[in-house]
């Protein structure tokens, strides 16, 4: 029974760490795009 468990976890865990690290790359990816640096024009004195 042990072996039936072993194999069950086993798997799961081989299932579950792709997900993860494809789901973090899509995580990641739009946080860069989505974020453009605008730059405002300061009004000053001198400029």
């Known amino acids: ?3 039936y468990l072993f ?3 086993f ?3 081989w299932a579950i760490v792709p997900l ?3 789901k973090g790359r899509t995580d990641e990816s739009p ?3 989505s974020s453009p ?5 300061k ?3 001198f400029s």
């Open 1 to 3: 029974m042990n072996i």
């Open 43 to 45: 009004k000053s004195w």
């Open 20 to 22: 993860m690290v494809i």
């Open 31 to 33: 946080k860069i795009q």
């Open 37 to 41: 640096k605008v730059q405002v024009k």
């Open 11 to 13: 798997l799961a865990l």
């Open 7 to 9: 194999w069950i976890l």
